[in-house]
Every structure is written in C-alpha cells, then in structure tokens.
C-alpha cells in the first residue's frame, strides 16, 4: 500500500511537471506569434571624427513599438547599409523600453573607412538624399516571454530634411 502511494505520487508529480511545461511553451509560443515586429527607421546620423583612412558616426535609429505591451530590450545587434555598402555593424547591450504605441530613439556607434563609400558621399553631398538599410535583431522582454527576433529597414536618408523616409 505505501509502495503504491508513492508511485502514484511521482507519477501525479511528472504529470504535473510535464503539463507545466506544455503550457509554458505554448505561451512562450503564442508570444512568439503575437509579437508584432518593431518599426526601425534612420532618424539622423552625425559625423563625430574624420582621420586619414575613416571616421565615425552617431547613427540615430527611431523604434517605434506597435504591440500593446512595452518592449524592454536587453540586447541589439546592428548593421547600416549606405546604397548597399556596408557603413558599420555593432552589438548594443545598453537596456531600452520602448512604451506601447510610442517612439524611442536609440544612438549607436558605428566605425567607418573611406573604402566604397565614395558614391554614397556623393549622392548625399549632390542630391541630398541616400538610400540605406539597416537591420539586425532586438533580443526583448515582454510579459508573454523573452525572446529575440530579427528587424530589417530600407529607406530614404535626406540630409535636407534631416530625416530618414
């Protein structure tokens, strides 16, 4: 009778522990498929140094949150793209929130040489304007989970607006 009690028992216990698990994971699932991706797009960029072979920016990235819950993120990876040549990539471990339905801006610091950018120096000092891309991934807290997932932006930079599109 004691023997019987207690493989009931751990049998009710890994019941319990396996139905646990089935439910968190299919919350951390449903999170997964109601995330909706953040909106990332170049608000600005600002030379702060110029050398012999190259230089550095202030790139300003404006996120905007489109989920009815906050995104608290913990991590950011990144790449900018200046008429398909690579400006610079990076990781962001700076934590940032962006509120529900609001805008946040983040700065990142990207290294640069001279090398391939010419035509986009160029096209920004003749027209005004340059196309760019900038992608990566958001690693995000939300109250369905953690988890991380990808961003990728094209759009118009103009220097005489001083926006991206």
Excluded: H
């Amino acid at each position: 009778m004691v023997y019987t009690l207690s493989v009931r028992r751990r049998w009710a216990m890994g019941a319990s522990i396996a139905a646990l698990a089935l439910i968190v994971g299919a919350c951390a699932t449903l999170g997964r498929a109601t995330f909706k991706e953040p909106v990332v797009s170049l608000k600005e960029f600002t030379i702060t140094g110029l050398g012999i072979s190259g230089g550095s920016v202030d790139v300003v990235l404006s996120i905007y949150n489109p989920n009815r819950f906050a995104l608290d993120a913990s991590r950011m990876t990144y790449r900018v793209d200046v008429d398909s040549v690579q400006l610079g990539n990076g990781e962001l471990d700076s934590r940032f929130t962006v509120n529900s339905g609001d805008s946040s801006t983040v700065r990142l610091p990207v290294k640069f040489t001279y090398a391939g950018l010419g035509a986009a120096g160029r096209s920004l000092i003749s027209a005004g304007t340059v196309n760019y891309r900038v992608r990566g991934d958001f690693t995000v807290g939300t109250p369905l989970g953690s988890f991380s997932r990808p961003y990728d932006r094209t759009g118009r930079y103009s220097s005489v607006a001083g926006k991206g599109r």
